[in-house]
């Protein structure tokens, strides 16, 4: 904490240094002052308390479809082999291509609405929790699932108390990664049409030259990433080490 600490305080100064030699305009680079009274003027107004809400609900919709669509796809990509030299082919071609180009097909499709820019958080995250389900199971030892078929497992036991579990460190991961790419992908929808949110703090801050404004919603935008990392799943991979006896490792 104090090395944290130290460090965004020397970040602080720098910007402030930078800021009281000039070399750019007071317009194009505001001082961090000017910056935490946008901040706090957006909270006052419930600007940014709308704009957060909003975000946050299209990015939870989308995250969720992908999670039930991911655990699916990898399932039947790890049981049917067909389903694997297939659509698992084609999940791992498409997993490259950024989310933003599924934009002017959504237009099409749903046309300036909200589906729209929930599709793309869907398809920001929807391949990498697919990838992450699937290199899960399939790295399961042998041993496992062979020594519960001996116990008795079958079907959805073998899955909740023995496959789940298992792979419970490549699920995690996989989504941690898709969060990071469904919300990147939300703000960057959210860039590209008037919809509320904090893309649209974004864009309005550049429409009215508000720099104080952009830079305040890119720290918002960077606060809630830190904080679901922090709160949400460094608390599922803390529970994970605990029971794993792993506290002492540095990775999983």
Same mark, same amino acid.
């Given at each position: 904490?104090?090395? $944290?600490?130290?460090?965004?305080?020397?970040?602080?100064?720098?910007?402030? /240094?930078?800021?009281?030699?000039? @070399?750019?305009?007071?317009?194009?680079?505001?001082? %961090?002052?000017?910056?935490?009274?946008?901040?706090?003027?957006?909270?006052?107004?419930? &600007? /940014?308390?709308?704009?957060?809400l !909003?975000?946050?609900?299209?990015?939870? &919709?989308?995250?969720?479809?992908?999670?039930?669509?991911?655990? !699916?796809?990898?399932?039947?990509?790890?049981?049917?082999?067909?389903?694997?030299d297939?659509?698992?082919?084609l *999940?791992?071609?498409?997993?490259?291509?950024?989310?933003?180009? +599924?934009f %002017?097909?959504? @237009?099409?499709?749903?046309?300036?609405?909200?589906?729209?820019?929930?599709?793309?958080?869907?398809?920001?995250?929807?391949?990498?929790?697919?990838?992450s389900?699937?290199?899960? #199971?399939k790295? @399961? %030892?042998?041993?496992?699932?062979?020594?519960?078929?001996?116990?008795?497992?079958?079907?959805?036991?073998?899955? +909740?108390?023995? #496959?789940?579990?298992?792979?419970? %460190?490549?699920?995690? *991961?996989?989504?941690? $990664?898709?969060?990071? /790419?469904?919300?990147?992908?939300? *703000?960057?929808?959210?860039? #590209?049409? !008037?919809?509320?949110?904090?893309?649209?703090?974004?864009?309005?801050?550049?429409?009215?030259?508000?720099?104080? $404004?952009?830079?305040?919603?890119?720290?918002? &935008?960077? #606060?809630?990433? !830190?904080?679901?990392?922090?709160? *949400?799943?460094?608390?599922?991979?803390?529970?994970?080490?605990?029971?794993?006896?792993?506290?002492?490792?540095?990775?999983?």
């Amino acid at each position: 904490m104090f090395k $944290q600490v130290i460090f965004y305080s020397a970040l602080l100064l720098l910007w402030h /240094f930078l800021f009281s030699i000039k @070399i750019w305009p007071a317009y194009l680079f505001p001082s %961090p002052l000017k910056v935490l009274k946008a901040i706090i003027e957006g909270f006052r107004s419930h &600007i /940014f308390i709308i704009a957060i809400l !909003v975000s946050l609900r299209r990015a939870l &919709i989308g995250f969720g479809i992908s999670i039930l669509c991911g655990a !699916v796809f990898g399932i039947l990509m790890k049981k049917f082999k067909i389903i694997d030299d297939t659509f698992g082919k084609l *999940v791992m071609g498409i997993q490259a291509l950024p989310s933003i180009s +599924w934009f %002017p097909l959504a @237009i099409l499709w749903f046309g300036l609405t909200e589906t729209t820019i929930i599709f793309i958080a869907v398809m920001g995250s929807l391949f990498s929790i697919t990838m992450s389900v699937y290199s899960g #199971l399939k790295h @399961i %030892p042998k041993i496992y699932i062979q020594t519960a078929r001996n116990m008795g497992a079958r079907r959805m036991k073998m899955l +909740w108390w023995v #496959l789940i579990p298992a792979a419970a %460190p490549s699920l995690i *991961v996989g989504l941690k $990664q898709g969060w990071s /790419f469904a919300w990147r992908s939300l *703000v960057a929808g959210e860039l #590209l049409f !008037v919809s509320l949110g904090l893309g649209y703090l974004l864009m309005m801050g550049r429409e009215l030259n508000d720099m104080s $404004q952009i830079i305040a919603a890119i720290f918002i &935008i960077i #606060l809630i990433s !830190v904080a679901v990392d922090r709160f *949400v799943f460094g608390i599922m991979e803390a529970r994970l080490k605990k029971r794993w006896g792993l506290e002492g490792a540095e990775a999983l």
